[in-house]
């Protein structure tokens, strides 16, 4: 399978956690990476290999995996999190990348 | 501080092609590769293909075989995207994007540029 299924939305209110997720057959085989993208601005790394953080980033992002599934977790979020959350891996060859549709975090 | 700079908005008719470049500082270049990654508007992100900078190996995305290429130059540490053939939905911003040097997002797609807009219209 080469595609990454997101939730096309999501929120939580400020302070709490929120679990966002991607589905795919290749997240068995791969890594997921995790990118926020706020409005008009170019995608930054927030998680890559499960669950390792760029420098930089929050300790409040974290991510896991179990089969199919890949999570990103903000545990406490703030309103700076309000962005667009896109996934990506390889797919099954291994020769292509493919990411998820995305999912829009509201932090009400 | 690793830094990728591109290249400034273009407007071209169809049919034409478009290039848009990249400049990369802060690392060492041939040992990484780029991801070059478009975004419709409104719309989310589309892996176009990936090249290394340590040999020049490519890989395209099956969508866009034959109609991108994908170079850099070692000597002034950039990378290029050529997209020809070009249609109305190929109006997009482009980003280039520093990944691994071996194979397409073995660890991380990491630092991207700031995006170029292509338009393209009659």
């Known amino acids: 399978s080469s595609e990454l299924t997101q939730d096309p939305a999501v929120s939580v209110a400020l302070g709490q956690t929120v679990r966002i997720t991607c589905q795919g057959d290749?997240?068995?085989?791969?890594?997921a990476g995790w990118y926020q993208q706020r409005p008009g601005q170019a995608p930054v790394l927030v998680i890559y290999?499960?669950?390792n953080r760029p420098s930089g980033i929050p300790d409040r992002f974290s991510g896991s995996s179990s089969g199919n599934t890949a999570s990103l977790t903000i545990t406490g979020a703030q309103a700076e999190d309000e962005a667009d959350y896109y996934c990506?891996?390889?797919?099954?060859?291994?020769?292509?990348?493919?990411f998820g549709g995305g999912t829009k975090l509201t932090v009400l | 501080q690793i830094q990728l700079v591109q290249s400034g908005a273009e407007v071209k008719k169809p049919g034409a092609s478009v290039r848009v470049s990249c400049k990369a500082s802060g690392y060492t270049f041939n040992t990484y590769g780029f991801s070059w990654v478009r975004q419709a508007p409104g719309q989310g992100l589309e892996w176009m293909g990936w090249?290394?900078?340590?040999?020049?190996?490519?890989i395209y995305a099956q969508k866009f075989q034959g109609r991108v290429t994908l170079t850099t130059d070692t000597s002034t540490t950039t990378g290029d995207m050529q997209l020809r053939r070009l249609r109305s939905d190929d109006t997009a911003i482009y980003y280039c994007?520093?990944?691994?040097?071996?194979?397409?997002?073995?660890?991380?797609?990491?630092?991207w540029g700031q995006g170029t807009l292509v338009t393209v219209s009659s």
């Open positions: 994007a520093r990944d691994s040097g071996a194979r397409p997002a073995v660890n991380a797609i990491d630092f």
């Open positions: 990506n891996s390889r797919d099954r060859s291994g020769n292509y990348v493919i």
């Open positions: 290999a499960k669950n």
């Open positions: 290749s997240l068995r085989y791969y890594y």
């Open positions: 090249i290394s900078a340590y040999n020049g190996n490519t």
